[in-house]
């Protein structure tokens, strides 16, 4: 069975294809900046409800299944979203720094027999990060398109101490709740 992800993330092409599953990559951007939100859970949410509507309304279902998401980090009550710029960046992780980071992504997968609406948490406990690390990192541009800059299979990785939750949550999608649904 074979679907469509309407998200343009490499990292999430990644995740299906290391879980084998089949899929067509392709999307319509959806402005998130329109979102106003105080809580990182309806953020994220309504992010993905969002590009799940413009989506569904260019491709539909009838030809694949269809399947969006977004995730967000936070720390607290602070949603860190995509940094703009190196100094937001460096901002942003250094409120990750020797702390518990929430990483939530919700999910919408959509086929003619089934619609799943799921929203996971995987928190990290961050070790501090090393100030050379991090500005190499900073310095390498790999934080650009990340919510909150962050990088669990690569810069951060290094520095986590305890992980609750699934890893695929954590680089934006939880192909662990969907792979049950791929199955007609």
């Known amino acids: 069975m074979r679907i469509r ?3 343009s993330s490499q990292t999430r092409a990644e995740l299906l ?14 402005d998130e900046d329109s979102i106003l939100a105080q809580d990182a859970k309806n953020f994220v949410y309504l992010a993905t409800l969002g590009k799940y509507e413009t989506n569904f309304k260019h491709f539909g ?23 703009r710029c190196e100094s937001e960046a ?5 409120t990750q720094s020797g702390s518990v980071t929430s990483i939530i992504t919700c999910q919408i997968f959509h086929s003619k027999s089934v619609k799943v609406i799921d929203i996971s948490s995987t928190d990290y406990l961050f ?3 090393n100030e050379n690390d991090l500005e190499n990192y ?5 934080w650009r398109g990340k919510a909150g800059a962050c990088m669990v299979e690569g810069f951060c990785k290094k520095y986590i101490k ?10 934006g999608l939880t192909t662990e709740v969907i792979k049950p649904y791929l199955v007609f």
């Open 5 to 7: 992800l309407g998200s």
């Open 138 to 142: 900073l310095q390498s541009g790999e």
């Open 127 to 129: 070790d501090n990060f």
């Open 17 to 30: 294809k290391s879980a084998g599953i089949e899929f067509v990559q392709e999307s319509v951007e959806f």
């Open 90 to 94: 460096r901002n942003i992780l250094l």
């Open 61 to 83: 279902i009838d030809d694949y299944p269809l399947l969006v998401a977004d995730t967000v980090i936070s720390t607290g009550t602070n949603i860190l979203r995509k940094a």
């Open 162 to 171: 305890e992980v609750r939750g699934f890893e695929s949550t954590a680089m």
